[in-house]
């Protein structure tokens, strides 16, 4: 079974710090993960993916996400965070071995303060 | 850039009444998905349609539930009979053609409300 976990329902960080938001997940061989963001009033948008290669992953709007496989995790990043970052973001996996089918996670609502 | 599009934006409805969610996907795209999101909690897999039938479904995806794509265009999901705990924001999404590892594009969503 494939699941994962993003442990921080909030986080909020102060425009132009550097801004983590976090993942794991459990899957039973290599994982391909990916970041969606949402805006409001807006479906998921399509940020960023690892498949296989390098670890770290650079995608839209700045963001970069870095594969751990000893941690299990997959944490967005961003240098720099801009008020316009401001959204919610979620995170999925899904195990080529199985169900195609992707998992999301809760989703984590970024607050960037000017 | 191409999008997913949904109608309409806001539903409301009376229990017991069937309801019908409409999308459409990116015109290339072979593979159709339908979400649904809880307010406050996570975003859920309800089924996934490719060449004319369903692919995949969950369990949320029971009887009451059903999808078409009745012209080339267009994908539904009817809802028979809702019920209060069938509120919720659905997504429709699509992918192209390799779907393993394909992101997916997601619509704007439609808030569901049944009263």
């Known amino acids: 079974a494939q699941s994962v976990a993003q442990p921080e329902d909030q986080v909020n960080v102060a425009e132009g710090n550097p801004l983590t938001v976090k993942c794991t997940y459990s899957?039973?061989?290599?994982?391909?993960l990916f970041w969606y963001v949402q805006y409001p009033n807006r479906g998921l948008q399509f940020l960023l993916k690892?498949?296989?290669?390098?670890?770290l992953v650079k995608g839209s709007y700045g963001f970069e996400a870095e594969f751990n496989k000893s941690q299990t995790s997959f944490h967005l990043k961003k240098p720099s965070a801009l008020v316009s970052d401001s959204a919610l973001y979620f995170c999925?996996?899904?195990?080529?071995?199985?169900?195609?089918?992707?998992?999301f996670g809760r989703g984590t609502s970024l607050i960037v303060h000017p | 850039e191409p999008e997913v599009t949904q109608t309409p934006s806001h539903q409301v409805t009376q229990m017991g009444q069937e309801v019908i969610l409409r999308c459409v996907p990116i015109?290339?795209?072979?593979?159709f998905y339908w979400y649904r999101q809880i307010l406050g909690q996570k975003v859920e897999f309800l089924v996934s349609?490719?060449?004319?039938?369903?692919?995949?479904k969950s369990e949320i995806f029971d009887d009451q539930f059903s999808v078409e794509r009745p012209d080339g265009s267009n994908f539904t999901l009817k809802i028979r009979s809702t019920k209060l705990e069938d509120s919720a924001m659905y997504f429709c999404?699509?992918?192209?053609?390799?779907?393993?590892?394909?992101?997916?594009?997601f619509g704007p969503g439609t808030r569901l409300t049944v009263l």
């Open positions: 999404a699509s992918s192209g053609q390799t779907l393993s590892y394909n992101e997916q594009f």
């Open positions: 015109s290339n795209h072979l593979y």
């Open positions: 349609f490719y060449n004319n039938e369903i692919s995949e």
């Open positions: 690892y498949i296989t290669g390098d670890n």
């Open positions: 899957v039973s061989g290599n994982p391909y």
């Open positions: 999925a996996v899904r195990d080529p071995g199985g169900s195609y089918i992707p998992t």
